[in-house]
């Protein structure tokens, strides 16, 4: 089957530590992005990469890293510095950059801090 | 981006016609107006786009008005798995796939 895979589903971390939340894509997309999602809120952009080894900050990049070493994979670590890193997370990917094309969206990770 | 505005809330009942509405008075000429849907704890799905023209598919129709300033997405006959979050985005030629979402419309399907 083709698609994005997100890991793991829920993940509960402590305060204070980084951790590393898993996109993978078999689509052969170029483009890749990081999505978050408060309750009640719509997304925000985090990070994006338009092809491997290049990625730019999106609208809420602070706390959070990226790397796009391969072009299936767009890991995000989201460290000690994000304030309020608990929430759900969503990776993306589309095939080109056009305006009429579709973005295909993961299942999401959960992230919870305690 | 140009912005979009659409009600916080709908309701329907079960097998009947919805509409859908988005307002985008700021839009551009090459701004393609796209739908998306969230299920709860979901990523979200692809519904429908356009740029000028109506534009059907199997899950749903794409009104857009003559002035492109607003448009409608139809759902000729919700169903209970209709119900989700929708999101009406305007997806530009040069932002290389950065959709942003605003709230969306909460569509609820009674039976």
């Known amino acids: 089957d083709g698609g994005i895979t997100q890991s793991p589903k829920y993940l509960f971390r402590k305060e204070g530590q980084n951790v590393t939340l898993s996109c993978e894509q078999n689509l052969n997309h170029d483009a890749m992005y990081w999505y978050r999602q408060d309750p009640g809120q719509g997304l925000r952009l985090i990070y994006y990469s338009q092809i491997v080894n290049d990625f730019q900050k999106g609208d809420i990049a602070e706390g959070y890293s990226v790397s796009r070493e391969k072009k299936e994979s767009f890991p995000l670590t989201v460290t000690s510095a994000q304030k309020n890193p608990t929430a759900f997370y969503l990776c993306a990917t589309v095939a080109g950059g056009l305006g009429g094309d579709t973005q295909y969206f993961g299942p999401g990770t959960r992230l919870t801090v305690l | 981006d140009a912005k979009t505005t659409q009600p916080n809330s709908m309701e329907s009942n079960e097998e009947e016609p919805v509409h859908l509405p988005c307002n985008h008075s700021?839009?551009?000429?090459?701004?393609?107006i796209h739908w998306y849907r969230q299920l709860p704890s979901q990523g979200p799905e692809y519904v429908i786009h356009g740029l000028t023209s109506n534009v059907n598919n199997r899950m749903a129709s794409l009104a857009i008005a003559e002035d492109r300033k607003s448009s409608t997405l139809i759902l000729h006959r919700a169903t209970l798995r209709d119900a989700a979050v929708y999101y009406c985005i305007l997806h530009g030629g040069t932002s290389y796939g950065k959709l942003t979402f605003g709230q969306g419309t909460i569509l609820t399907v009674h039976p």
């Open positions: 700021t839009i551009s000429g090459t701004d393609y």
